[in-house]
């Protein structure tokens, strides 16, 4: 409540992991203006039990809702999912999956997904290559939690916006360190700079080629290009940039040798 204090009171939504989620803390949220949702452990206070208790089969629900309005809901698709409400009931909405077929869903689970999705997607990509390491000293890991993880990632959604164009994290981090380092040479040597000329490189990871996709956005959108524009393993070595050959020397007004 202490760190949620600056954004309650205006009617806002909460979104939470069981970690947090409990009856009393959406009560309390209820109190100052403030929604919540979020997933739910069977052990915490105040659950109903004809809920926490009831065995489902795949696809069905049960739901129960206090006179406050909060709702405590139980679905199962591949297992159980417990969640915790004060803005739906047992309202169910039909959507389709990555297969194309059509699946019937709480609306809490959907709208937990589209308000909590993000972070799970920015944990998950944290933890490859992770650079933390076990240590007693609290600061240290905030420091580097700050430093190496979440200012590394802020950085890499930023370059994807602006270049249009997915990487991998540990890609990222590479080029980062490469880039710092010649940074550094050039503190040392001032002023002297050594020319290097763009050359395309074959690497292991893959991209779209930049031209191709700002092609193809232009003609039908991003959608449209993500579909059409085909996926490459060479890179411009100074752009850091995927690019097919053609678009290579055509972008770079290079002669082909």
Not at 4 to 25: I, K, P
Not at 181 to 198: P, R, V
Not at 224 to 250: D, E, G, L, S, Y
């Amino acid at each position: 409540m202490d760190m949620a204090e600056d954004y309650l009171d205006l009617g806002r939504t909460m979104y939470t992991d069981n970690w947090y989620s409990s009856y009393d803390l959406a009560s309390e949220l209820l109190n100052r203006s403030t929604n919540l949702v979020g997933t739910l452990r069977s052990n915490r206070k105040n659950n109903p039990k004809e809920v926490v208790n009831k065995k489902l089969k795949k696809g069905e629900v049960i739901a129960k809702q206090c006179n406050k309005g909060i709702t405590v809901l139980k679905w199962k698709d591949k297992r159980e999912v417990l969640m915790i409400s004060t803005k739906h009931s047992d309202a169910q909405s039909t959507i389709i999956n990555k297969r194309g077929k059509e699946v019937i869903k709480p609306q809490v689970i959907i709208d937990y997904n589209k308000g909590k999705g993000l972070v799970d997607v920015t944990d998950l990509r944290n933890s490859y290559r992770n650079p933390l390491r076990k240590t007693v000293k609290w600061y240290k890991k905030v420091v580097f939690e700050l430093l190496l993880n979440t200012s590394v990632l802020n950085a890499l959604s930023l370059y994807e916006e602006i270049r249009q164009e997915k990487m991998d994290i540990t890609v990222f981090r590479e080029m980062l360190v490469i880039s710092l380092l010649k940074s550094d040479e050039m503190t040392l040597f001032g002023n002297i700079q050594t020319a290097k000329y763009h050359e395309l490189e074959k690497v292991k990871s893959r991209g779209r080629c930049f031209a191709c996709y700002k092609e193809m956005k232009l003609q039908g959108g991003r959608d449209h290009a993500q579909k059409i524009t085909r996926q490459v393993t060479t890179k411009c070595n100074v752009c850091i940039t995927f690019f097919c050959m053609p678009c290579f020397f055509n972008e770079h007004n290079a002669v082909k040798k």
